[in-house]
């Protein structure tokens, strides 16, 4: 598997861009919808599939204090930033000394060889278009396969990514409302590889320091050959939507999926 070399090329992952990736995603939607529609409908342990550094795990963890937590992602020092946002907060602290929240470094594509043996989870979640990182079909079916095998029988899958790969960006801004610091985004698509690379430019208002730039590399999944590779493993869309419930535009693929009993 060569998920984590790729990930080790995006330099928006690099724990210097731990504040400046945070501000990319003002709006909570994805931990939100966990929270309220997902795991109501789920008992037992959650894992998280490239949790980075806990934006997410880290909020489910700390607002359902009754369900274990756990955080997977090929990059060490994403996991050792989780920690350390953990450890800021008392009752996080208390969830990884306890081991009610771990985390673990591995392969999403490689479950098998990262998890014990018999281990299953009542939910997966795999947010934030993570699943663009994987560059080869093969390995996204390994994915898929390893979930099947992991989920609890009445168990829910969350899937979540961009739909909006193509888009054309300039250095346009987004709005992210922050105070501090503006956000323009570029994008390169090679169409012929069904690769893009994205640049994000953080510039302080006050402009006070030089603008800091990030980038990061993504995959096209085509939506019709995922269709075609969940029943492949044995597995089932139970519902589909364009966008979080609440937001304005669409532009998004918002799955839950279980097991195709």
């Not at 939607?29 to 490239?50: F, H, K, M, N, S």
């Not at 014990?116 to 898929?144: D, M, R, V, Y």
């Not at 390893?146 to 979540?160: H, I, S, W």
């Not at 990061?216 to 139970?238: N, Q």
């Amino acid at each position: 598997m060569n998920c984590g070399r790729l990930l080790r090329e995006n330099s928006q992952y690099e724990p210097s861009f731990r504040y400046l990736y945070e501000i990319m995603y003002p709006d909570k939607q994805d931990v939100a919808y966990l929270a309220q529609d997902i795991l109501p409908r789920t008992t037992d342990a959650v894992i998280e599939l490239g949790c980075g550094m806990g934006r997410v795990l880290l909020a489910l963890a700390k607002v359902l204090p009754d369900r274990t937590f756990v955080g997977l992602d090929a990059l060490e020092h994403q996991l050792n930033v989780c920690i350390e946002n953990a450890r800021e907060d008392t009752a996080l602290k208390r969830a990884l000394d306890s081991g009610r929240l771990r985390l673990v470094n591995g392969d999403m594509c490689d479950l098998d060889g990262c998890l014990s043996t018999a281990e299953q989870f009542g939910t997966f979640i795999l947010c934030n278009s993570t699943i663009l990182n994987i560059q080869q079909p093969h390995e996204k079916e390994n994915l898929l396969l390893g979930v099947k095998r992991r989920l609890a029988p009445d168990g829910l899958f969350f899937l979540e990514y961009t739909d909006a790969f193509w888009e054309s960006w300039d250095w346009a801004e987004k709005q992210i409302g922050h105070p501090v610091y503006r956000l323009y985004r570029k994008n390169d698509y090679d169409e012929e590889a069904s690769v893009a690379r994205r640049h994000f430019r953080f510039e302080r208002r006050d402009g006070s320091e030089p603008p800091r730039t990030m980038h990061v590399t993504v995959y096209y999944l085509d939506h019709r050959w995922l269709m075609d590779a969940i029943p492949r493993a044995g597995l089932k869309v139970f519902s589909e939507a364009d966008r979080y419930p609440g937001e304005k535009k669409g532009g998004r693929r918002v799955m839950v999926i279980g097991h195709a009993h």
